[in-house]
């Protein structure tokens, strides 16, 4: 088979790794990929959202299927604009229609959706620039800390949670009345804050049967002890040694079976994953969000642990044959630290030099903002690497990965060092 695979970060470079270790896997393509990628496949400098770019090359290269990494590309139709080409709707295209990618692309239609097949979120309400006052007023009804979500995509930064009152009611004005976050905040879901710990579950669905793949933990912010800014995520662990069997049956039973349930009422198409943010509050799961895609950097442990051929795992979707599909799991457990250049989340220098020890032992490299440079290696991104390894329990896993972290170097590096201290 003929592969393309969209995106160019770290959870692209680990779906192309793995796919690459397929039998079936005759040629492969990642568009537009970054320098790890290109290692194991064939990069094509073409952005995602550039439909008639990445049609050209499916045809061009006669590709058999399209693996889609982020989510912008899913919410703007990528999967209805390649399956209304008569020649190509043979293509398998694992990410939902646009219709059904609306989970992640919009927050109150997500709320609306759980709300209406009775799946457990925070309560909420939603409200745009008309209805500003409404909104201020409604925080008035609620507790501190007060969480405010732009409703659209805002690259991970649409959503405030603030502890007080009047700051978060003028937040509130400026995104809906100076739009803060331009087109995603002109509707503005203002929740119910909730107190508990968060996890990540990946769900595969073809769109009547499901797959639960390995759950995961990943650690949002910049310093250790989960304090400072939010960022794309700093390292993840997986399996989540707090979910026992009665949690992940709740998990099953009040949210998974009834969100692909909800999707085959409301007649959304939907061939690939969903990710659902979790958070136990007490020892109950409710939902925070949907994502449409594999998230970052849960795919850095999450996929490693799948000792299925990923290949063979995704034609089972397109042929909606999963149900059948006997997926095998890795039970160690997976731990990942993502290296981040020096000042990000906030303003961070491109194109340092990156040195890298090819005697690491036992650890997985993924690059994810990493790009080829006169030859040199050197940083594109925020987060510039993940390493994963593997462990009889998480301390294991990630004292392999601290014991040589050592070995990257590049000025301003970063990291937590304290991954998964909270298990």
């Not at 809906?176 to 929740?191: D, M, R």
């Not at 995520?233 to 707090?242: D, L």
């Not at 998480?394 to 301003?412: P, R």
């Amino acid at each position: 088979m003929r592969i393309l695979i969209l995106g160019s970060g770290g959870r692209e470079h680990t779906l192309t790794w793995k796919i690459a270790q397929s039998p079936a896997c005759e040629a492969l393509f990642v568009a537009p990929g970054n320098s790890g990628t290109g290692m194991i496949a064939s990069n094509i400098d073409i952005e995602p959202t550039d439909f008639n770019a990445v049609i050209r090359i499916v045809k061009s290269e006669k590709i058999d299927m399209v693996v889609v990494g982020p989510e912008a590309p899913l919410v703007l139709g990528i999967h209805d604009a390649i399956k209304g080409i008569e020649e190509l709707k043979d293509v398998a295209v694992i990410g939902p229609a646009k219709a059904a990618a609306e989970l992640e692309g919009s927050k109150a239609f997500a709320k609306s959706f759980m709300n209406r097949h009775n799946i457990p979120t925070a309560a909420y309400a939603t409200f745009n620039k008309s209805t500003v006052n409404k909104g201020v007023a409604f925080l008035e009804t609620l507790h501190s800390p007060y969480v405010l979500k732009a409703d659209g995509l805002a690259a991970g930064k649409g959503v405030l949670i603030i502890d007080d009152l009047t700051e978060a009611q003028n937040a509130l004005r400026d995104m809906l009345e100076n739009q803060t976050f331009g087109e995603a905040s002109k509707t503005v879901v203002i929740e119910e804050f909730l107190s508990g710990i968060e996890l990540s579950c990946f769900v595969l669905t073809d769109g009547n049967s499901y797959k639960i793949l390995p759950m995961a933990k990943d650690y949002k912010r910049i310093g250790e002890g989960d304090t400072g800014l939010n960022t794309g995520g700093m390292g993840a662990i997986s399996p989540v040694p707090f979910v026992n069997k009665e949690f992940y049956d709740k998990v099953e039973s009040l949210i998974v079976k009834p969100t692909v349930e909800g999707l085959k009422k409301d007649q959304l198409p939907y061939v690939g994953v969903i990710f659902i943010g979790l958070i136990k509050v007490g020892d109950h799961p409710l939902v925070i969000e949907y994502n449409v895609r594999f998230g970052d950097p849960e795919t850095e442990v999450v996929i490693p642990r799948i000792k299925s051929d990923l290949l063979d795992l995704f034609l089972a979707l397109s042929r909606g044959t999963l149900e059948a599909y006997d997926l095998e799991i890795d039970e160690r457990t997976a731990a990942t630290v993502m290296l981040v250049s020096g000042g990000y989340p906030g303003d961070y220098k491109k194109d340092i030099l990156i040195s890298v020890d090819n005697k690491l032992d036992e650890i997985h490299l993924f690059h994810a903002g990493t790009k080829l440079k006169e030859n040199n290696l050197v940083t594109s991104g925020g987060r510039v690497m993940a390493l994963t390894a593997f462990g009889a329990n998480h301390s294991e896993a990630t004292k392999k990965i601290y014991g040589q972290i050592d070995s990257i170097q590049f000025e301003g590096k970063n990291y937590r060092k304290d991954i998964g201290f909270d298990l």
